[in-house]
Every structure is written in structure tokens, then in C-alpha cells.
């Protein structure tokens, strides 16, 4: 690396920069042939719990595309594993906890959780990444919140009914498991600092599936906990359907917002106020011709401005996505110059 500062850093600072800096969520995953070839002989947990394994698909895009940071190829639900959650990954269903956690019982049965302790192969492979890598390295972890629905639900859901019916049955009880929840994730981030990350992101994936009020009572407070435990790296927050929470980000305290693509980056920025952005182009945009892939993406970057912008897609990149579109994507980014 050399030994100006690495462009995405002076974006999370807020400074004004001759062009965003880009990465993109789930940049190494199922779209990449590369990462298919790997995944064909191990299970997607074996590659997680793996540092050899996950620094390879780590790096895989940063080899194929001239990104500005990595990000470490991990899995949000795996501090739940850890804590005594019977986590699955089922073909056509995706993760599957066989043990959800629905009673005051189930919640005081969950163990303690030490990142150092329990995720030693993440923090092994940010490091080796690092040695390896030219851009910086970013780190993750899931809300609170989102945690939560998993924990709860025990699968994916679009209404999540099981996580509402505890909320609203048991406030006193989901409260201590949401706080449960924000020690275990905020330490985890500061473990992945603390392991070189040059940033992280909290990923609060289901919390727009709350009204407004459940969303300042619960998710909000939840992660505002688990990014309070964290420093010495810039803490980015994201979720999903974010539109109507817009006027309340803010006092989640984070250092950053992605944003989805549901909202007018321009709009946000007026609502969010002097904070860096990041986002937000739909990631189904890149099965346009190059061409309007190109047109998109400098749209966002002129409704974003030059200052403390981060390029990324309003969600992560998906299977069927080609990589031809990721690369044009990048190359559009890349050809912008403010000046």
C-alpha cells in the first residue's frame, strides 16, 4: 500500500475526494466463478470457520476488480452459533437455527460470547488478508436487531411473526435479549479493530421490517449499545427499507450511513446532515448494457457530492448478478474525477 491514505479512509472522514472510493456488499460470494469452484468442495461454514479458506474468497474479487477495500469473507449468524444456537444452512431455504430461542429459558441458556475466544479464524484471516492485500480490509457483524429475528424466528421470514409475538408479548424479555445481543456484536467488531479492520460495518438487515415506533424503541437503542462498545476504526451502519427511519439515523451514533437503494441519496444527505454516506445503486442495475450502468452509477455520485461518499450498491451483490456488470460498475466509478 502506498503511503498516501487510503482513499475509503478520507471518504469516512467526511473529506472531499476526487472520486468515491468503492467496494461492494457480498463482493466475494456466489456470483464469482472463483468462488464457486471453492465453495464445491466445503460447506459454507467449513470456509467460514476456515482462515486459508475464507482469506482466498476474501481476496478473490480484489484480485479480479480494482476495488478500493475488501471485506472479510464471514457470516453474520456465526456469534449465534457460538452461543449455542444449531445453525444450519439448508440449500433453497439459506440459515436455520433447529433450536430457536422463544422463552425467558432460552434466553438465559445462551452462552457467554468471546470473539477472541470463539471466532479465532475470523480475526485469523482479517490478518492474513492484510499481508496480502493492497486496500484495506473492512470487518462486519449483524445488528442486534437482525440477530434477533434469526435467533427467534429460526429461518428467514418475510413477517417474522414469532420475533413480533415476543416483542410484543414479552417487551422486558426481548429487551434483555436485544442487549445480550449488542454486547456480543460490539465486541465482536472491536475484536475485528483490534485484528486490523480499517473499518466495519453493522448490518441491520430486517430492522425495516419495524413501524417507525419499533424502530426508535428497539433496533435503534440496540445498535446505538453494540456500536458504544466499539473505536479506533470507522463504525458504518446499514439497513434495508431505511426511507422512513431517515429522520432518526443519526442517533445511532454511528461514523457512517450505507443507505438502500429505495432512497434519493440527495434526500438523505439533506435529512442525515454533515455525516458520510455510503451507496446506493440497485444492485439488479448491473444486468443493464454497460452504458447504463455507467449512467447510474454517476447519478448517485452526483446526488451524493464529493464529500465523505462511499460508492457500494443499496444491498449486496446476489448470485445471478454477471461479473461483467460488477466490473462496469467499478470501471464507472473509477473514470469519475470531481476535478
Not at 458504518?236 to 451514533?253: G, H, N, Q, V
Given at each position: 500500500m502506498s503511503n498516501k491514505r487510503p482513499l475509503i479512509l478520507r471518504a469516512f472522514d467526511g473529506e472531499s475526494v476526487e472520486r468515491p472510493p468503492v467496494w461492494f456488499m457480498r463482493q466475494a460470494g456466489r456470483y464469482l466463478p472463483e468462488y464457486r469452484a471453492v465453495r464445491k468442495g466445503h460447506t459454507f461454514l467449513t470456509m467460514c470457520h476456515n482462515p486459508e479458506l475464507a482469506t482466498e474468497v476474501t481476496l478473490q474479487p480484489l484480485r479480479r476488480y480494482p476495488l478500493d477495500a475488501g471485506i472479510v469473507f464471514s457470516d453474520i449468524l456465526l456469534p449465534l452459533e457460538s452461543m449455542g444456537s444449531q445453525l444450519e444452512y439448508v440449500p433453497g431455504t439459506g440459515p436455520v437455527i433447529r433450536n430457536p430461542v422463544r422463552t425467558a429459558t432460552d434466553v438465559a441458556a445462551l452462552k457467554e460470547f468471546d470473539p477472541v475466544r470463539d471466532l479465532p479464524a475470523t480475526m485469523e484471516t482479517i490478518r492474513m488478508c492484510i499481508e496480502q492485500a493492497d486496500v484495506p480490509i473492512l470487518g462486519f457483524a449483524g445488528a442486534p436487531f437482525t440477530m434477533a429475528c434469526y435467533l427467534i424466528e429460526g429461518q428467514g421470514s418475510r413477517n417474522w411473526p414469532q420475533v413480533k409475538k415476543l416483542m410484543?408479548?414479552?417487551?422486558?424479555?426481548?429487551?434483555?435479549?436485544?442487549?445480550?445481543?449488542?454486547?456480543?456484536?460490539?465486541?465482536?467488531?472491536?475484536?475485528?479493530?483490534?485484528?486490523?479492520?480499517?473499518?466495519?460495518?453493522?448490518?441491520d438487515t430486517w430492522a425495516g421490517a419495524l413501524t417507525p415506533d419499533d424502530?426508535?424503541?428497539?433496533?435503534?437503542?440496540?445498535?446505538?449499545?453494540?456500536?458504544?462498545?466499539?473505536?479506533?476504526?470507522?463504525?458504518?451502519?446499514?439497513?434495508?427499507?431505511?426511507?422512513?427511519?431517515?429522520?432518526?439515523?443519526?442517533?445511532?451514533?454511528?461514523?457512517?450511513?450505507?443507505?438502500?437503494?429505495?432512497?434519493?441519496?440527495?434526500?438523505?444527505?439533506?435529512?442525515?446532515?454533515?455525516?458520510?454516506?455510503?451507496g446506493n445503486l440497485d444492485p439488479q442495475s448491473l444486468h443493464a448494457p454497460h452504458e447504463e450502468i455507467r449512467r447510474r452509477?454517476?447519478?448517485?455520485?452526483?446526488?451524493?457530492?464529493?464529500?465523505?461518499?462511499?460508492?457500494?450498491?443499496?444491498?449486496?451483490?446476489?448470485?445471478?448478478?454477471?461479473?461483467?456488470?460488477?466490473?462496469?460498475?467499478?470501471d464507472a466509478v473509477r473514470s469519475w474525477s470531481w476535478s
Open positions: 410484543m408479548s414479552e417487551p422486558a424479555l426481548f429487551g434483555a435479549l436485544l442487549d445480550r445481543l449488542a454486547d456480543a456484536v460490539g465486541d465482536h467488531l472491536q475484536a475485528q479493530v483490534d485484528a486490523g479492520a480499517a473499518a466495519v460495518q453493522l448490518f424502530f426508535r424503541r428497539w433496533a435503534l437503542p440496540a445498535s446505538r449499545r453494540a456500536l458504544a462498545r466499539v473505536s479506533g476504526a470507522p463504525r458504518l451502519f446499514f439497513t434495508k427499507d431505511s426511507a422512513c427511519f431517515l429522520p432518526w439515523l443519526r442517533e445511532i451514533e454511528a461514523d457512517a450511513y450505507a443507505l438502500d437503494w429505495r432512497v434519493d441519496i440527495d434526500r438523505a444527505r439533506e435529512i442525515l446532515g454533515d455525516v458520510p454516506v455510503q452509477v454517476h447519478r448517485v455520485i452526483e446526488k451524493a457530492g464529493p464529500r465523505g461518499h462511499i460508492f457500494n450498491l443499496g444491498h449486496g451483490l446476489t448470485p445471478d448478478i454477471p461479473p461483467e456488470g460488477v466490473g462496469a460498475a467499478i
